[in-house]
């Protein structure tokens, strides 16, 4: 008797569990406005040295909010806002690149999709040129451990500009933590063969040009050759 309770006890937990329904992951936005690399000059004036931009992404299903990360590519400084609706105004600094994604959310799931990550440059009003964007996606990575070949290791890169004017990079390499120029007027989004001592912590970062003259530095990595 005792064993055919258990098994019923069992039978109904069973049927408890896959009776219960799973809530749907929301779906990831698709971002609409600013394009990728866009030169945002449509926006509000608000001051000197602000002014609006809206952001706008098509709805996910099964979101019923969204939270917005809008990122300063200068200072690496991050704001998060929320939202119900498909577009966000906010005030940022002119003559400045961001990047920015949206996040879906459901108040029915744990459970977040994010969306992909675009740039775009708020040059206000009186901007006729920009900046290239500060270059990214530095390998090696940031605390990356790297193995050289025969005393060599390779650099590169990632770099975008709204005027699609990018004209050449400045590299910076060396064992201080404010790397010193190791090559300039490189012309392509890498250096190979680079030479390097095993058993070292590195420093480095890459400076855009573009042909007006405008540049933009990115974040200094660090890696370790083994």
């Known amino acids: ?135 990214d996606n530095l390998l090696p990575a940031m605390r990356q451990a790297v193995t050289a070949v025969n005393g060599k290791i390779n650099l590169t890169w990632t770099a975008d500009d709204a005027d699609n004017d990018l004209s050449s990079y400045d590299v910076y390499l060396s064992t201080a933590s404010s790397p010193a120029l190791l090559q300039a007027g490189v012309m392509e989004k890498k250096l190979d063969n680079v030479t390097v001592t095993a058993g070292t912590t590195y420093y480095w970062k890459v400076v855009a040009k573009d042909a007006k003259g405008n540049t933009s530095e990115s974040m200094v990595n660090t890696f370790k050759v083994n």
């Open 1 to 135: 008797m005792k064993q055919l309770i258990i098994a019923i006890l069992c039978i109904s937990l069973f049927a408890c569990k896959k009776g219960k329904k799973v809530p749907p992951v929301p779906a990831q936005a698709v971002l609409v406005s600013p394009a990728a690399n866009e030169a945002c000059t449509k926006g509000t004036i608000i001051s000197p040295t602000s002014s609006s931009v809206t952001l706008k992404w098509n709805a996910a299903s099964n979101a019923d909010s969204y939270e917005v990360v809008v990122k300063n590519l200068l200072t690496q400084a991050e704001t998060k806002q929320s939202s119900t609706a498909t577009q966000l105004v906010l005030n940022l600094s002119s003559n400045t690149p961001f990047s920015w994604m949206v996040v879906s959310k459901s108040s029915a799931s744990a459970e977040v999709s994010t969306s992909e990550t675009r740039k775009f440059y708020n040059a206000g009003q009186a901007v006729t040129y920009m900046a290239p964007f500060p270059p």
